[in-house]
Nanobody, 126 residues
Framework: QVQLVESGGGLVQAGGSLRLSCAASGYTFSLHAMGWFRQAPGQEREFVAAISGWSGGVTYYRDSVKGRFTIGRDNAKNTVFLQMNSLKPEDTAVYYC??????????????????WGQGTQVTVSS
């Protein structure tokens, strides 16, 4: 069955960096686009970044993370990662990776994703 397992979260000071990883199994990883979302306490789960399938040549970011976060994929390792630099306290949230259902769906919408990981906590102190 499809499984997504995130890792790499933790506590970091503002201005620091973290690298999140998501290990996928149970399906042909390279065929699916992937995304990262986050959810802070009391808030809706929001889009962070997404990457196309195959070579991952197309990426998408929410405006507030552009220039600070980088999404990438390693199809040989069935892994998608999120490199987060210049972290801010407002980046504090549980971060989730997810599998997108198809190339025709919007990368920005939660409804476009069919499988989700359990999440990893990122806390940025000021």
């Amino acid at each position: 069955q499809v499984q997504l397992v995130e890792s790499g979260g933790g506590l970091v000071q503002a201005g620091g960096s973290l690298r999140l990883s998501c290990a996928a199994s149970g399906y042909t990883f390279s065929l699916h686009a992937m995304g990262w979302f986050r959810q802070a306490p009391g808030q809706e789960r929001e889009f962070v970044a997404a990457i196309s399938g195959w070579s991952g040549g197309v990426t998408y970011y929410r405006d507030s993370v552009k220039g600070r976060f980088t999404i990438g994929r390693d199809n040989a390792k069935n892994t998608v990662f999120l490199q987060m630099n210049s972290l801010k306290p407002e980046d504090t949230a549980v971060y989730y990776c997810a599998r997108r259902t198809g190339s025709g769906s919007s990368p920005y919408n939660r409804e476009s994703y069919d499988y989700w990981g359990q999440g990893t906590q990122v806390t940025v102190s000021s």
